[in-house]
């Protein structure tokens, strides 16, 4: 039975998506300013939907093929339930199409918030804040429709209500349409992360540094390019990045509800199913009325925008925690205010992280701007220093989430460390507290591209100092609340693994099942497959630190990180110097467009960085499914999960890495352009510029890339874990 | 009873000693060259030795306190046994030494060098290997020395030899002196690679980036304390360093052999103990016929320099596989074969790894040639492309060690993996075996910085350019050697590493048997804690990967390889920055320096460097000593193997990707230099400085501090496990 506390997710997802189109009305109803502006977002939103349908071409394909593997283990081989196809691709296409509807809306709001910013700084942040805030709806509103929906269906037509494990099989089964979400997301985030840095580092290459034109400057051909990047990979990347995020914690955490409460059986099973998604229902919902609260004055300083910004995140932020209390004990949920514990645990840790992040990568404190008095002695300490604080950054989020694990995983527990079902269950539950709020705190990192691309928008059309002064604030913001969004991702990314190699396992239990193995061998007892404790299944695979396999698998685990790091950062690499040849060739035939007087060819340069994302997305996403399909059949279900061990611990602590060491650079160059250590075309000004690019890679395409590797390479397990069990190696 | 051939370890100690003694006496009595020779010689020297002198001050108060606190733990809160102190001091006393010795040899060596390839090319190659063969052959000779007598004197009186366990315990008594190498090895590592680069980075940022001066001009007042830096640094510190690793490496596999053969006892316990020290000395009495073998001609091309190196220690390698298969076989080893095979597989990885680390950083192949290549466009895109290079040129040393493992493992266990005990020591002696040639190995290693001091002694000294021709041809060897030598170095770390974990597991057991812990309840079964087996153990402990304080202990040990790296980068930032003034001080202040009239104050440089050194190592090395510990204390036995897995997982990664990197920028450096892409003084040249100088920490210092880390510490946890058994908190 349904308890009705279930539909706050389909409402939720209802009134995200309505406001979201609310929102996009208002916004379309504003006038783009000058004809001049006009025609440069036309430009943009071209070059983008020209991305984005190419990349979808690309991702269909594989869709496709993947759709038709798991047919044939589903219908073949009979290692998967038949439903895995299907769900898989619902997956993926919610969230494409997440990523479409926030692209478009900001593709549409860049000149509009230029326009709005003429008029007033308050009517500029309302604007972008409700354009970001379309993308944070629908994600958070297709992720619960698509979850609601699924198990709605699921739960009427599949597997048979009287069937034992019914619950334990529906939301394994939802784990897959994960998968399609993590597909999606990787190729979304990999090759838009690769666009937009190619355009950026080839524009800067050559704009900045040789031809000593200022950034986003008309006469620079790769400048459109570099416009349409903000859109296909801050935008469209990151919403299918967090769509993934967020379905991730509450499918996983709903599998683990329903091995966890499966002896109790029931309600109780059925609400710690529900749980999650009701969580996210009214997350959403506070959202959505959080959003209300943000507004300014004219003449506000950057202090008291981003003040304005944090009330509507803190009020959702804060009712959630009293509300959860309420519904949670509602549900009459065993140990209700143990799972709230964790939830508020979730939530704090995001905020913390969140905090540490913005310490290590704002110009107001120490580390960004020690960096940048680097500056003085040259490009190389920049660099070395920009490295190390990004190094020793890693130190205060890892600690905060291991906190989180372990006091989440006590308080679901009721105090008890043999109690994993339930501890697991916490540790699920805390990821989704700090992704609760997911509408709103992505509207604040929505809003940042669409602040930057009104800014680009404002220079290119030549418009007043007052105005672009205007977007400049608005902008400046953006990277805060970016960093605080980052800071989310990780944290809940990381939660979000650790809840799916448990995910695993009992996917693993399955597939025995499946394959007619119904009792294993633990110390010397024949143990129902069924009824094995967790422990116990551990024991009968040998999932110990002592057995090679498992080493070996985290070895591999933790070399996937970095290796995939080193393909996308390549990828810019190569992709950026053919931008630079690009932009090289048409100053040196066309010498009118230094000049002012020839318009350069826009539009070849975001062909190019069209190209050259799609042809270097693929070698990273391929190793990224293949190699935990191939560890599986070589290694078995111990090299599984030292893999998804090692790429978890190591791939956490490599991406905050790279996102803080990028952050930092890019704001120590902002110090340096707000006049401090000779201000811009300073020496100084030079070595934080280099800094920033080799920033660019760093936290906009490998370092974002890794919180989906991590969690694709567990889906994946996931969903091979049946053949997994049937063939292996060793 | 001992095996008679177990006299082969202090054999080959006593052999690698004399040797080494009359290769240092044949070095002394050659001539220095010219005055000046002589006096750029007994700069670097006395800076070198001055260094010395400070670093082991700082380390002896912190032996003190260590002694203090395990004599403390041994016979006030008997956790551990009355022999760990002295042990411990012995260790890193034997380590210390070994360094001295070979930097004495070293600073001796660069002016006779020089002088010699006044002579000729073979006599500069000759005189360069045999001074860096002291290195080895100390750093062997001492070890084994050290490893005989040690298990001599606790063979003879120590535990009453008619208990149960004794070698056990006696072996694992002896790991503890690997802690007092591994204490020593971190300091000298770090200090030394702070010391090194500071003065490196700082003597380019101003000298050849400012000023446009040379490298190793005497007008730059840095450039002696750049000198003193490749002795501190990149001899005593590598001494250290291997010593370590050497230590390490047989000391765990013998602790391993004692458990693996306890069932059988007897003397296939005996001679598997003794197994890892013959095959060592067998390797040593090798090396010292293989270093005779390197010999060239006048006019040899850098090829067949190589040739002439790789002839040694091709022939020691290859001689060792042979000789080994009959000893262990006379031995009497159950499975001689299989444990051959081991060590076999050991040998072979490591060769691959070093080929492969050659690959990746010398610009005879595309990798290399390519991060150059990105020097046309620019600063920006030669960092972009060394990471990206260095990142992905850790999949095959990963691919490599993982194979290595699980072949090792099977070998050794009768290709089962259920017999834990017997395959770990199959990986203990795979390491041994990449490590049994040691010491040609590191002759190769240690002749690269004496050829570079030979080098910057001719330019300092105004050598005629044949012979500063003929020693670049001798450094550029060094490049090549010291990738090799590195591969075997961190290779060789992660199977000593997996190893330890074993031994850590089997010092649990001792601790708590000492703590009267007789029976341990598993899975609902009492067993004697004496006779558990691994898996048991691992059941009992909850070491499995379900368990949180096994990933949060994994997150934690993940972040500390990051947190050091980048507590020592910023290390080498801030010291390398104060060096910068120091040198720009004295330019403004004395302006007859640049003009050649005055001379600088080097010695100054050299004190800011020792001060800078001995300041910023400290906390690092805390941080490396400390965490396990109280890893140890709040979350138990699994969350200190997880800490261990997770700091070996993502440490050895990094190192790779840091070494890698760092060899990577430096050749592609010395590509431009060669005359490629417009040679020394181009823009090319000037982007690819800005690479080498942002890879000097990386190879030089962070990079190789974490093979240490990685080992420390396990060894930290190893000493501390009756302390973590006894006490903890979760």
């Not at 979201?20 to 502006?37: S, V």
């Not at 709605?152 to 069937?163: M, V």
């Not at 004055?297 to 944090?310: D, H, N, V, W, Y």
């Not at 100092?465 to 805060?480: F, S």
């Amino acid at each position: 039975m349904l308890n009705p506390w279930f539909w706050l997710a389909p409402a939720g997802s209802v009134l995200a998506l309505v406001v979201a189109w609310i929102f996009y009305r208002n916004m379309m109803a504003q006038d783009e300013g000058t004809p001049r502006m006009a025609a440069i977002a036309l430009a943009v939103r071209k070059g983008a939907m020209a991305y984005l349908r190419q990349q979808y071409r690309v991702v269909t394909v594989i869709f496709i093929c993947l759709t038709v593997l798991f047919a044939f283990m589903a219908y073949v081989l009979k290692v998967q339930n038949g439903w895995v196809p299907f769900a898989f691709i619902t997956g993926g296409f919610f969230s494409g199409l997440a990523g479409f509807f926030g692209m478009k809306t900001a593709t549409y709001a860049s000149a509009r918030t230029a326009n709005a910013a003429r008029q007033s700084l308050d009517r500029g942040l309302k604007l972008a804040f409700r354009s970001g805030a379309v993308m944070g709806l629908v994600v958070v509103g297709l992720a619960l429709l698509d979850i609601s929906g699924w198990f709605l269906i699921l739960n009427r037509f599949y597997p048979p209500s009287d069937h034992p494990n019914s619950l334990v099989i529906i939301t394994t089964t939802m784990l897959t349409f994960g998968m399609g979400a993590s597909t999606q997301a990787l190729f979304a985030r990999v090759g838009g992360g690769i666009f937009t840095k190619a355009a950026d580092v080839g524009a800067d290459l050559v704009g900045k540094v040789e031809a000593g034109i200022p950034e986003d400057d008309p006469r620079n051909p790769a400048t459109i390019a570099d416009n349409v990047g903000d859109n296909v990979g801050d935008v469209a990347g990151m919403g299918a990045d967090l769509y993934e995020s967020y379905c991730g914690a509450i499918l996983a955490t709903a599998a683990l509800g329903a091995t966890a409460f499966q002896a109790a059986g029931g309600a109780a099973q059925m609400n710690s199913v529900l749980a999650p998604m009701i969580i996210a229902g009214m997350g959403t919902i506070l959202s959505v009325i959080g959003m209300l609260l943000v507004s300014t004055k004219e003449g506000a300083t950057q202090k008291q925008l981003l003040g304005s910004l944090a009330r509507g995140v803190n009020f959702s932020s804060a009712l959630i925690t009293v509300v959860s209390a309420v519904v949670l004990n509602l549900l009459g949920l065993p140990n209700a205010w143990g799972i709230w514990g964790a939830l508020v645990t979730g939530l704090a840790v995001g905020i913390v992280i969140g905090k540490s992040t913005e310490y290590y990568t704002s110009h107001g404190y120490r580390p960004t701007v020690s960096i940048a008095e680097q500056a003085k002695t040259g490009p190389a300490p920049v660099i070395i220093s920009g490295l190390g604080t990004g190094l020793i950054s890693t130190a205060i989020p890892v600690v905060m989430v291991s906190i989180g694990t372990i006091l989440s995983f006590l308080f679901a527990s009721g105090f008890s460390f043999g109690n994993l079902p339930m501890g697991l269950y916490g540790i699920g539950i805390a990821a989704v507290g700090m992704l609760s709020t997911l509408g709103i705190t992505l509207a604040t990192d929505a809003y940042g591209p669409i602040a930057d691309n009104a800014g680009g928008n404002a220079q290119m059309a030549g418009l007043e100092k007052e105005v672009r002064e205007r977007t400049d604030t608005l902008d400046a913001l953006g990277n805060t609340t970016a960093a605080t969004g980052k800071g989310f991702a990780i944290g809940s990314a990381a939660l979000t693994a650790l809840a799916l190699l448990a995910s695993y396992l009992e996917e693993v239990r399955i597939g025995m099942e499946r394959a007619g193995i119904t009792i294993v061998e633990i110390g010397g007892r024949s143990v129902a497959t069924a009824s094995a404790t967790l422990q116990e299944l551990m024991t009968h695979f040998d999932v110990h630190l002592m057995n090679p396999l498992v080493l070996v698998g985290a070895f591999i685990g933790s070399m996937m990180a970095f290796l995939f790091c080193g393909l996308t950062m390549q990828a810019v690499g190569r992709a950026a110097g053919r931008m630079v040849e690009e932009v090289r060739r048409q100053f040196s035939e066309k010498p009118g467009i230094i000049e002012g007087r020839d318009e350069p060819d826009y539009a070849r340069c975001v062909a190019i960085s069209t190209r050259g994302a799609q042809r270097e997305m693929i070698l990273p996403a391929a190793l990224a499914i293949l190699v935990p399909v191939v560890t599986g059949i070589v290694l078995g279900v111990g090299g599984v999960m030292g893999l998804l061990l090692g790429g978890v611990a190591s791939g956490f602590v490599l991406a905050i890495f790279l996102a803080n060491s990028g952050g930092a650079w890019d704001n120590a160059k902002k110090y340096v352009e707000e006049g401090n250590l000779g201000g811009k075309g300073s020496e100084a000004h030079k070595a934080t510029v280099i800094g920033d690019t080799v920033g660019d890679p760093f936290k906009d395409t490998s370092g974002p890339s890794l919180n989906i590797l991590i969690k694709l390479m567990s889906m994946v397990s996931i969903v091979m874990a049946g053949l997994t069990v049937t063939f292996h190696l060793l």
